[in-house]
């Protein structure tokens, strides 16, 4: 082991080392992750590529590596896998601006203790005032990350959806579950896409525990 390197790939190889010192939960996460992942209403092809988007949420290279390798078995495009983490980045922006409205709130003494109401989603134009042209430069990128490309509208919204219950954005939850349905969605396919996100947001947790092991033991 490079005791100056805190990422190696090779690392993740000490992960069986859990299932050792917390077998029981170790065994349960793993049957999770696998029927999370695996062909429902969802094909597995496009919860890879749900998974993926998370990952670069989470900021997992772990996750990134053996997601995208998955995904390219199942004959996922460097193009697909692109737009999907275009999806990725458009949410975690999304996340910011949305709490920007918080922001607004607290700065003008309006932060009653109900922060999250959907009427705050009107002072979105506040930001066009203040900030016209990086608001417009994120509308126009916000847009074209989430129109049909190679990955239909369907899909995009469905990571998208994913994405937003890991920035735990309640107004891109709002946002893009009504999105969503307009697209005729089903809630049984949000709920995959959901439970897709709670293996990524786990499975981060979890690839990231090799690194507490080099720094436990070295």
Request: a neutral charge; proline letters at 2%; glycine letters at 4%.
């Amino acid at each position: 082991m490079n005791n100056n390197s805190l990422y190696q790939k090779s690392y993740i190889r000490r992960l069986p080392e859990l299932s050792k010192l917390a077998p029981d939960t170790f065994k349960a996460f793993v049957e999770f992750d696998n029927k999370a992942l695996s062909d429902g209403i969802i094909p597995k092809r496009t919860k890879e590529l749900i998974a993926i988007a998370v990952a670069h949420v989470t900021g997992c290279p772990y996750c990134i590596d053996v997601h995208v390798s998955a995904a390219k078995k199942l004959e996922v495009s460097k193009d697909e896998m692109s737009e999907a983490i275009m999806v990725a980045t458009a949410l975690k922006a999304g996340s910011s601006i949305a709490h920007g409205l918080n922001a607004l709130q607290a700065y003008d003494g309006e932060d009653n203790d109900d922060l999250y109401q959907r009427t705050n989603m009107a002072r979105f134009k506040e930001f066009y005032k203040l900030s016209p042209e990086a608001f417009r430069g994120f509308n126009k990128f916000d847009l074209e990350a989430m129109k049909q490309g190679l990955l239909s509208k369907k899909e995009k919204e469905l990571i998208a959806v994913a994405v937003a219950h890991v920035t735990g954005c309640a107004y891109c939850i709002e946002t893009h579950t009504k999105n969503a349905k307009s697209l005729e969605i089903s809630k049984e396919e949000l709920a995959e896409a959901i439970f897709v996100a709670t293996a990524l947001k786990a499975g981060s947790a979890l690839a990231h525990s090799v690194n507490a092991l080099n720094a436990y033991d070295y």
